[in-house]
């Protein structure tokens, strides 16, 4: 039954990906993990060798130009990049800018976790309010209404 119980829990992760989280698991504890501690380690990117999404971030930010000429630590760091638009990288602060590229970085950490190709082109994310226009009535009553404060 834990055998059953284990596979059923790591079936969404390659062979390679749960042997890497597995040694990781038993290097740094004294006893041998559970299942739950092979899941969270299976998750975490430096498993697969990849940077920290922040450090990813600082990669892509502080990148030269041509960006496909530069030595990237790897090819998920230069696609969530250009996923992201270099130029809004590189012209909005870390606040505004992170987010979007954090959530590109992970959508592609969790390609190679499932041994996808990565070369994809990501989907932009839908804004969190989509704004709609008034109807032309309302428009019009809103302009008077600021003819009439001037």
């Known amino acids: 039954m834990a055998k ?16 890497r989280a597995a040694e990781k698991a038993v290097k740094e504890s004294g006893w041998l993990p559970n299942v739950h501690e092979v899941v969270a380690r299976c998750d975490i990117a430096d498993v697969l060798g990849l940077p920290d999404p922040h450090r990813a971030y600082m990669e892509a930010c502080r990148a030269p130009s041509p ?9 998920a760091v230069y696609y ?15 606040e505004v800018a992170y987010p979007v590229f954090k959530r590109n970085y992970e959508i592609l950490l969790r390609r190679l976790q499932n041994g996808e190709d990565i070369q994809m082109e990501i989907a932009p994310a839908l804004p969190e309010q989509i704004e709609r226009p008034l109807p032309r009535e309302q428009q019009q009553q809103r302009l008077q209404q600021l003819k009439s404060l001037l």
Request: net charge positive.
């Open 4 to 19: 059953r119980l284990w596979s059923r829990l790591l079936v969404d992760y390659r062979g390679d990906v749960i042997m």
């Open 67 to 75: 960006k496909q000429e530069y030595r990237w630590s790897h090819p």
């Open 80 to 94: 969530a990049g250009r996923a992201s638009d270099w130029f809004f990288l590189a012209n909005n602060i870390e």
